[in-house]
């Protein structure tokens, strides 16, 4: 049930980010880190995403459960 409750205020939270992300507003979700952090989370499979072209994808669902995850 609290996992809910989170999830339901991050839903909240981040209602004005787009469904799928690009790396920047990734970043800028978990608090402004730096875009290498970033590329090391996808890299490293914490955060689930897509490779299109040269570019990454990240649905906003999936940043969401790496919060949970590592609250």
Do not use: A, H, W
Request: net charge positive; aromatic share 12%.
């Amino acid at each position: 049930m609290e996992e809910k409750i989170k999830r339901g205020s991050y839903n909240k939270m981040f209602k004005g980010y787009p469904d799928v992300l690009n790396i920047m507003q990734m970043c800028e979700m978990l608090g402004g880190i730096s875009k290498q952090t970033g590329y090391k989370f996808l890299k490293e499979g914490k955060i689930k995403s897509v490779k299109v072209g040269r570019e990454y994808r990240i649905v906003k669902k999936y940043v969401i459960d790496f919060l949970l995850q590592n609250n």
